[in-house]
Protein backbone atom coordinates (compact mmCIF):
# COMPACT_ATOMS: atom_id res chain seq x y z
CA UNK A 1 0.00 0.00 0.00
CA UNK A 2 2.80 2.48 1.13
CA UNK A 3 4.76 1.27 -2.13
CA UNK A 4 1.73 2.21 -4.49
CA UNK A 5 1.43 5.45 -2.98
CA UNK A 6 4.99 6.14 -3.14
CA UNK A 7 4.42 4.97 -6.73
CA UNK A 8 1.34 7.52 -7.29
CA UNK A 9 3.38 10.46 -6.00
CA UNK A 10 6.38 9.57 -8.24
CA UNK A 11 4.14 10.02 -10.91
CA UNK A 12 2.00 13.00 -9.78
CA UNK A 13 4.75 15.58 -9.15
CA UNK A 14 5.61 14.95 -12.85
CA UNK A 15 2.21 14.79 -14.52
CA UNK A 16 0.41 16.88 -12.22
CA UNK A 17 -3.54 15.67 -12.36
CA UNK A 18 -4.29 14.90 -8.96
CA UNK A 19 -4.88 18.25 -8.14
CA UNK A 20 -7.32 19.23 -10.73
CA UNK A 21 -8.91 15.73 -10.46
CA UNK A 22 -9.55 16.63 -6.69
CA UNK A 23 -10.85 20.39 -7.54
CA UNK A 24 -13.14 19.10 -10.08
CA UNK A 25 -14.61 15.92 -8.05
CA UNK A 26 -14.67 18.46 -4.75
CA UNK A 27 -16.14 21.21 -6.80
CA UNK A 28 -19.41 22.52 -4.72
CA UNK A 29 -22.51 22.44 -6.71
CA UNK A 30 -25.30 24.69 -6.38
CA UNK A 31 -28.33 23.24 -4.17
CA UNK A 32 -30.73 24.16 -6.84
CA UNK A 33 -28.59 22.52 -9.62
CA UNK A 34 -28.00 19.11 -7.84
CA UNK A 35 -30.45 16.73 -9.52
CA UNK A 36 -30.83 13.43 -10.82
CA UNK A 37 -31.60 14.82 -14.01
CA UNK A 38 -27.90 15.39 -14.64
CA UNK A 39 -27.00 11.89 -14.22
CA UNK A 40 -27.70 10.80 -17.92
CA UNK A 41 -24.66 12.51 -19.90
CA UNK A 42 -22.27 10.72 -17.36
CA UNK A 43 -24.23 7.16 -17.68
CA UNK A 44 -23.58 7.68 -21.96
CA UNK A 45 -20.51 7.73 -20.99
CA UNK A 46 -19.94 4.88 -19.06
CA UNK A 47 -22.17 2.71 -21.15
CA UNK A 48 -19.53 4.44 -23.99
CA UNK A 49 -16.93 3.00 -21.99
CA UNK A 50 -18.64 -0.42 -21.29
CA UNK A 51 -18.93 -0.73 -25.19
CA UNK A 52 -15.34 -0.12 -25.94
CA UNK A 53 -14.52 -2.49 -23.40
CA UNK A 54 -16.63 -5.12 -24.95
CA UNK A 55 -16.20 -4.43 -28.03
CA UNK A 56 -12.60 -4.83 -27.94
CA UNK A 57 -13.19 -8.30 -26.35
CA UNK A 58 -15.53 -9.55 -29.03
CA UNK A 59 -12.40 -8.25 -31.85
CA UNK A 60 -10.64 -10.99 -30.28
CA UNK A 61 -13.20 -13.95 -31.56
CA UNK A 62 -15.25 -11.95 -34.62
CA UNK A 63 -14.34 -12.61 -38.07
CA UNK A 64 -15.11 -9.85 -40.45
CA UNK A 65 -15.83 -12.12 -43.30
CA UNK A 66 -19.12 -12.79 -44.98
CA UNK A 67 -18.04 -16.14 -45.12
CA UNK A 68 -17.06 -17.13 -41.38
CA UNK A 69 -18.85 -14.13 -38.94
CA UNK A 70 -21.67 -15.86 -38.33
CA UNK A 71 -19.83 -19.75 -37.41
CA UNK A 72 -16.87 -16.67 -35.52
CA UNK A 73 -20.13 -16.00 -32.96
CA UNK A 74 -21.34 -19.39 -32.79
CA UNK A 75 -18.08 -19.80 -31.37
CA UNK A 76 -17.77 -17.07 -29.19
CA UNK A 77 -21.39 -17.85 -27.80
CA UNK A 78 -20.39 -21.91 -27.09
CA UNK A 79 -17.05 -22.23 -27.29
CA UNK A 80 -14.88 -19.21 -24.99
CA UNK A 81 -15.60 -18.80 -21.53
CA UNK A 82 -18.56 -15.96 -21.24
CA UNK A 83 -18.64 -14.82 -24.86
CA UNK A 84 -22.07 -15.05 -25.28
CA UNK A 85 -22.30 -12.46 -21.80
CA UNK A 86 -19.62 -10.25 -23.40
CA UNK A 87 -21.66 -10.18 -26.43
CA UNK A 88 -24.44 -9.58 -24.25
CA UNK A 89 -23.62 -6.78 -22.63
CA UNK A 90 -22.47 -5.07 -26.24
CA UNK A 91 -25.97 -5.71 -27.86
CA UNK A 92 -27.71 -4.56 -24.84
CA UNK A 93 -25.07 -1.36 -23.75
CA UNK A 94 -25.92 -0.18 -27.72
CA UNK A 95 -29.35 -0.37 -27.14
CA UNK A 96 -28.65 1.25 -23.47
CA UNK A 97 -26.34 3.84 -25.07
CA UNK A 98 -29.37 5.03 -27.79
CA UNK A 99 -31.79 5.38 -24.99
CA UNK A 100 -29.87 7.13 -22.50
CA UNK A 101 -28.57 9.61 -25.15
CA UNK A 102 -31.91 10.43 -26.28
CA UNK A 103 -32.94 11.50 -22.57
CA UNK A 104 -30.00 12.81 -22.15
CA UNK A 105 -30.53 14.99 -25.73
CA UNK A 106 -34.34 16.14 -23.92
CA UNK A 107 -32.98 16.66 -20.96
CA UNK A 108 -30.65 19.50 -22.38
CA UNK A 109 -33.56 20.87 -24.62
CA UNK A 110 -35.62 20.88 -21.90
CA UNK A 111 -33.27 22.57 -19.70
CA UNK A 112 -32.41 24.72 -22.12
CA UNK A 113 -29.38 23.77 -21.37
CA UNK A 114 -28.38 24.27 -24.98
CA UNK A 115 -28.34 28.56 -24.80
CA UNK A 116 -25.78 30.77 -24.68
CA UNK A 117 -22.63 30.14 -24.23
CA UNK A 118 -23.18 26.19 -24.61
CA UNK A 119 -24.57 26.40 -28.17
CA UNK A 120 -21.14 24.53 -29.44
CA UNK A 121 -21.71 21.66 -26.66
CA UNK A 122 -25.35 21.31 -28.45
CA UNK A 123 -23.52 21.39 -31.84
CA UNK A 124 -21.05 18.76 -30.93
CA UNK A 125 -24.00 16.72 -29.16
CA UNK A 126 -26.00 16.61 -31.84
CA UNK A 127 -22.52 15.23 -34.19
CA UNK A 128 -22.24 12.66 -30.95
CA UNK A 129 -25.76 11.37 -31.26
CA UNK A 130 -25.38 10.71 -35.39
CA UNK A 131 -22.68 8.64 -34.31
CA UNK A 132 -24.06 6.89 -31.72
CA UNK A 133 -26.59 5.97 -34.36
CA UNK A 134 -24.20 5.33 -36.51
CA UNK A 135 -22.19 2.77 -34.40
CA UNK A 136 -25.84 1.22 -33.60
CA UNK A 137 -26.44 0.53 -37.20
CA UNK A 138 -22.66 -0.43 -38.10
CA UNK A 139 -22.51 -2.94 -35.84
CA UNK A 140 -26.04 -4.45 -36.35
CA UNK A 141 -24.44 -5.33 -39.23
CA UNK A 142 -21.34 -6.84 -38.14
CA UNK A 143 -23.72 -10.33 -37.22
CA UNK A 144 -23.65 -10.71 -41.11
CA UNK A 145 -27.15 -12.34 -40.27
CA UNK A 146 -30.88 -12.08 -41.95
CA UNK A 147 -31.23 -9.23 -40.09
CA UNK A 148 -28.18 -7.42 -41.54
CA UNK A 149 -28.33 -8.45 -44.93
CA UNK A 150 -31.92 -6.83 -45.20
CA UNK A 151 -31.17 -3.99 -43.33
CA UNK A 152 -28.22 -3.41 -45.81
CA UNK A 153 -30.94 -3.63 -48.62
CA UNK A 154 -33.32 -0.98 -46.58
CA UNK A 155 -29.88 1.16 -46.24
CA UNK A 156 -29.32 1.05 -49.71
CA UNK A 157 -32.87 1.71 -50.81
CA UNK A 158 -33.09 4.43 -49.07
CA UNK A 159 -29.43 5.66 -50.41
CA UNK A 160 -30.45 5.09 -53.74
CA UNK A 161 -32.85 7.74 -53.54
CA UNK A 162 -30.57 10.66 -53.91
CA UNK A 163 -30.90 12.26 -57.11
CA UNK A 164 -28.85 12.02 -59.58
CA UNK A 165 -25.66 10.24 -57.19
CA UNK A 166 -27.79 7.68 -56.28
CA UNK A 167 -26.60 4.38 -58.19
CA UNK A 168 -23.24 5.71 -57.34
CA UNK A 169 -23.71 6.26 -53.24
CA UNK A 170 -25.19 2.08 -53.64
CA UNK A 171 -22.21 0.92 -54.96
CA UNK A 172 -19.80 3.07 -52.27
CA UNK A 173 -22.07 2.09 -49.50
CA UNK A 174 -22.05 -1.94 -50.15
CA UNK A 175 -18.39 -1.67 -51.40
CA UNK A 176 -19.42 -3.22 -55.17
CA UNK A 177 -22.87 -3.90 -56.99
CA UNK A 178 -23.97 -6.36 -54.32
CA UNK A 179 -24.74 -6.81 -50.61
CA UNK A 180 -20.50 -9.25 -50.11
CA UNK A 181 -18.13 -9.94 -48.23
CA UNK A 182 -16.54 -6.27 -49.31
CA UNK A 183 -19.65 -4.71 -47.59
CA UNK A 184 -19.25 -6.20 -44.42
CA UNK A 185 -15.22 -5.32 -44.29
CA UNK A 186 -16.30 -2.18 -44.83
CA UNK A 187 -18.67 -1.79 -41.90
CA UNK A 188 -16.34 -3.33 -39.80
CA UNK A 189 -13.86 -0.43 -40.39
CA UNK A 190 -16.74 1.95 -40.00
CA UNK A 191 -17.46 -0.05 -36.76
CA UNK A 192 -13.88 -0.41 -35.36
CA UNK A 193 -11.93 2.43 -36.96
CA UNK A 194 -13.80 5.11 -38.39
CA UNK A 195 -16.89 6.55 -36.18
CA UNK A 196 -14.75 5.62 -32.72
CA UNK A 197 -12.26 7.62 -34.24
CA UNK A 198 -14.16 10.21 -34.99
CA UNK A 199 -16.36 10.61 -32.07
CA UNK A 200 -13.20 10.10 -29.65
CA UNK A 201 -12.13 13.47 -31.90
CA UNK A 202 -15.23 15.36 -31.52
CA UNK A 203 -15.33 14.15 -27.67
CA UNK A 204 -12.03 16.20 -26.98
CA UNK A 205 -13.69 19.56 -28.30
CA UNK A 206 -16.56 20.45 -26.12
CA UNK A 207 -15.64 22.73 -23.34
CA UNK A 208 -15.60 20.71 -19.75
CA UNK A 209 -19.38 20.82 -19.23
CA UNK A 210 -19.17 24.62 -18.69
CA UNK A 211 -19.07 24.67 -15.23
CA UNK A 212 -16.32 27.29 -15.09
CA UNK A 213 -19.44 30.16 -16.54
CA UNK A 214 -21.89 28.86 -14.09
CA UNK A 215 -19.59 30.04 -10.99
CA UNK B 1 -18.25 22.08 6.45
CA UNK B 2 -16.15 19.97 8.46
CA UNK B 3 -17.77 18.38 11.05
CA UNK B 4 -16.22 17.61 14.96
CA UNK B 5 -15.59 13.87 14.45
CA UNK B 6 -13.00 15.58 10.95
CA UNK B 7 -15.14 13.45 8.71
CA UNK B 8 -17.20 15.47 6.48
CA UNK B 9 -20.33 14.85 4.77
CA UNK B 10 -18.42 15.14 1.60
CA UNK B 11 -15.92 13.10 2.06
CA UNK B 12 -17.85 10.21 3.28
CA UNK B 13 -20.04 10.34 0.32
CA UNK B 14 -17.02 10.19 -2.19
CA UNK B 15 -15.92 7.18 -0.10
CA UNK B 16 -19.04 5.49 -0.51
CA UNK B 17 -19.20 6.31 -4.51
CA UNK B 18 -15.89 5.04 -5.12
CA UNK B 19 -16.56 2.13 -2.97
CA UNK B 20 -20.11 1.71 -5.15
CA UNK B 21 -18.34 2.26 -7.96
CA UNK B 22 -15.46 -0.11 -6.89
CA UNK B 23 -18.36 -3.48 -6.46
CA UNK B 24 -19.74 -2.46 -10.09
CA UNK B 25 -15.96 -1.94 -11.88
CA UNK B 26 -15.25 -5.81 -9.87
CA UNK B 27 -18.70 -7.10 -11.06
CA UNK B 28 -17.45 -6.04 -15.07
CA UNK B 29 -14.36 -7.06 -14.73
CA UNK B 30 -14.25 -10.19 -13.52
CA UNK B 31 -16.00 -11.76 -16.56
CA UNK B 32 -14.26 -9.63 -18.91
CA UNK B 33 -11.02 -11.58 -17.27
CA UNK B 34 -12.53 -14.90 -17.52
CA UNK B 35 -13.01 -14.23 -20.78
CA UNK B 36 -9.70 -12.80 -21.88
CA UNK B 37 -7.90 -16.27 -20.38
CA UNK B 38 -10.81 -18.73 -22.16
CA UNK B 39 -7.89 -19.96 -24.33
CA UNK B 40 -5.89 -20.55 -20.88
CA UNK B 41 -8.61 -21.70 -19.23
CA UNK B 42 -11.05 -23.64 -20.84
CA UNK B 43 -11.16 -27.25 -20.18
CA UNK B 44 -9.03 -29.75 -22.95
CA UNK B 45 -12.51 -30.91 -24.67
CA UNK B 46 -12.35 -34.32 -26.03
CA UNK B 47 -10.09 -34.73 -29.39
CA UNK B 48 -7.76 -31.81 -27.91
CA UNK B 49 -5.02 -34.24 -28.44
CA UNK B 50 -6.20 -37.13 -30.25
CA UNK B 51 -5.05 -39.79 -32.49
CA UNK B 52 -5.05 -39.13 -36.40
CA UNK B 53 -4.28 -40.67 -39.18
CA UNK B 54 -1.29 -39.62 -41.94
CA UNK B 55 -1.78 -42.01 -44.33
CA UNK B 56 -1.19 -45.57 -44.88
CA UNK B 57 2.33 -46.95 -44.31
CA UNK B 58 2.94 -47.70 -48.26
CA UNK B 59 3.48 -43.97 -47.87
CA UNK B 60 6.36 -44.31 -46.02
CA UNK B 61 8.68 -46.58 -47.48
CA UNK B 62 11.33 -48.27 -44.92
CA UNK B 63 14.83 -46.37 -44.40
CA UNK B 64 13.20 -43.01 -46.09
CA UNK B 65 11.95 -40.01 -44.45
CA UNK B 66 9.34 -38.57 -45.71
CA UNK B 67 6.87 -35.04 -44.76
CA UNK B 68 3.56 -35.87 -43.76
CA UNK B 69 0.31 -33.64 -42.92
CA UNK B 70 -2.57 -33.73 -41.24
CA UNK B 71 -5.30 -31.59 -39.96
CA UNK B 72 -5.47 -30.46 -36.47
CA UNK B 73 -8.14 -32.24 -34.19
CA UNK B 74 -9.46 -28.79 -33.20
CA UNK B 75 -9.90 -26.13 -35.56
CA UNK B 76 -12.44 -23.40 -36.05
CA UNK B 77 -14.25 -22.24 -39.28
CA UNK B 78 -11.51 -19.46 -39.54
CA UNK B 79 -8.69 -21.45 -39.47
CA UNK B 80 -8.39 -21.99 -43.00
CA UNK B 81 -4.89 -23.70 -44.40
CA UNK B 82 -3.11 -23.29 -40.75
CA UNK B 83 -4.97 -26.08 -39.07
CA UNK B 84 -3.40 -28.13 -41.64
CA UNK B 85 -0.13 -29.21 -39.81
CA UNK B 86 2.82 -30.72 -41.53
CA UNK B 87 5.39 -33.34 -40.18
CA UNK B 88 8.30 -35.48 -40.75
CA UNK B 89 7.58 -39.24 -40.64
CA UNK B 90 10.54 -41.52 -40.00
CA UNK B 91 10.35 -44.92 -41.32
CA UNK B 92 13.55 -46.77 -39.14
CA UNK B 93 13.44 -49.85 -40.32
CA UNK B 94 9.98 -51.27 -41.94
CA UNK B 95 8.59 -51.70 -38.56
CA UNK B 96 9.75 -48.73 -36.17
CA UNK B 97 8.59 -45.27 -36.88
CA UNK B 98 9.73 -41.99 -35.64
CA UNK B 99 7.35 -39.00 -36.17
CA UNK B 100 9.32 -35.38 -35.56
CA UNK B 101 7.20 -32.36 -35.27
CA UNK B 102 8.10 -29.88 -38.28
CA UNK B 103 9.52 -27.42 -35.61
CA UNK B 104 12.68 -26.82 -34.94
CA UNK B 105 13.51 -27.14 -30.90
CA UNK B 106 15.26 -23.94 -30.91
CA UNK B 107 12.44 -21.36 -31.46
CA UNK B 108 10.04 -23.31 -33.56
CA UNK B 109 10.76 -22.73 -37.65
CA UNK B 110 10.10 -25.37 -39.97
CA UNK B 111 13.39 -27.96 -39.95
CA UNK B 112 13.93 -29.63 -43.49
CA UNK B 113 15.09 -33.11 -44.39
CA UNK B 114 18.21 -32.95 -46.43
CA UNK B 115 18.33 -37.39 -47.16
CA UNK B 116 21.62 -36.09 -48.75
CA UNK B 117 23.37 -35.45 -45.51
CA UNK B 118 20.82 -37.19 -43.75
CA UNK B 119 20.20 -33.92 -41.40
CA UNK B 120 16.89 -31.86 -40.49
CA UNK B 121 18.41 -28.76 -40.98
CA UNK B 122 16.63 -25.29 -39.74
CA UNK B 123 16.49 -22.38 -42.22
CA UNK B 124 16.30 -19.60 -39.09
CA UNK B 125 19.65 -20.09 -36.79
CA UNK B 126 21.29 -23.08 -38.21
CA UNK B 127 19.81 -25.88 -36.15
CA UNK B 128 20.66 -29.42 -37.09
CA UNK B 129 19.90 -32.85 -35.95
CA UNK B 130 20.73 -36.59 -36.78
CA UNK B 131 18.20 -38.65 -39.02
CA UNK B 132 16.72 -39.84 -35.50
CA UNK B 133 16.06 -36.27 -34.07
CA UNK B 134 18.53 -35.89 -31.68
CA UNK B 135 20.52 -32.32 -31.88
CA UNK B 136 23.52 -32.01 -33.74
CA UNK B 137 24.55 -29.22 -33.89
CA UNK B 138 23.16 -25.06 -33.61
CA UNK B 139 21.41 -23.27 -30.78
CA UNK B 140 18.62 -26.26 -29.81
CA UNK B 141 19.26 -27.09 -26.73
CA UNK B 142 17.78 -30.58 -27.07
CA UNK B 143 16.45 -32.43 -29.97
CA UNK B 144 13.41 -32.57 -32.25
CA UNK B 145 9.78 -32.67 -30.60
CA UNK B 146 8.18 -36.27 -31.15
CA UNK B 147 4.93 -37.67 -31.71
CA UNK B 148 3.56 -40.82 -30.35
CA UNK B 149 2.63 -43.21 -33.11
CA UNK B 150 0.71 -46.46 -33.40
CA UNK B 151 -0.14 -48.26 -36.44
CA UNK B 152 -3.63 -49.56 -36.95
CA UNK B 153 -5.52 -51.22 -40.06
CA UNK B 154 -2.45 -50.74 -42.40
CA UNK B 155 -2.40 -46.36 -41.35
CA UNK B 156 -0.11 -44.90 -39.40
CA UNK B 157 -1.54 -42.73 -36.70
CA UNK B 158 0.23 -40.33 -34.45
CA UNK B 159 -1.10 -37.93 -31.10
CA UNK B 160 -1.37 -34.67 -31.88
CA UNK B 161 -3.42 -31.42 -31.72
CA UNK B 162 -1.26 -28.84 -29.88
CA UNK B 163 1.79 -26.99 -31.52
CA UNK B 164 4.92 -27.88 -29.63
CA UNK B 165 7.13 -25.39 -27.85
CA UNK B 166 10.61 -25.49 -25.57
CA UNK B 167 8.89 -24.48 -22.78
CA UNK B 168 5.75 -26.32 -22.50
CA UNK B 169 5.51 -29.46 -19.75
CA UNK B 170 3.15 -31.11 -22.68
CA UNK B 171 2.79 -35.07 -22.25
CA UNK B 172 2.72 -35.83 -25.26
CA UNK B 173 5.77 -34.45 -26.85
CA UNK B 174 8.50 -37.15 -25.52
CA UNK B 175 11.97 -35.37 -25.17
CA UNK B 176 14.10 -37.11 -28.08
CA UNK B 177 16.67 -40.30 -26.56
CA UNK B 178 20.05 -39.77 -27.21
CA UNK B 179 21.62 -41.13 -30.44
CA UNK B 180 22.77 -44.76 -30.40
Known amino acids: MRLIKSIGEWLDVRLQLGSSIRETMEHPVPRETASWFYVFGSAAFVVFMLQIVTGIMLALIYVPSAGEAWSSLQTLNHDVALGWFIRGLHGWGSNFMVAIVLIHMVQVFLFGAYKYPRELTWIVGVFLLLMTLGMAFTGQVLRFDQDAYWGLGIGASIASRVPVMGHSIVNLMLGGPIIAGATLSRFFALHVFVIPGLSHRVCGCPPPDGTETRN | ?180
Open chain 2, 1 to 180: MSSTGGVTRRDLFMKIGIFCNGIVGVILAVPVVRYLLSPVTRERKVGYESWITLGNLEQFPSGETRLATYRNPVVSSSDGDTADVACWVRNVDGKAFQVFAINCAHLGCPVRWFPQSSLFMCPCHGGAYYQDGSRASGPPERGLFEYDYRIEKGKLLIKAGEMPTPGQASNFVREIRSCV
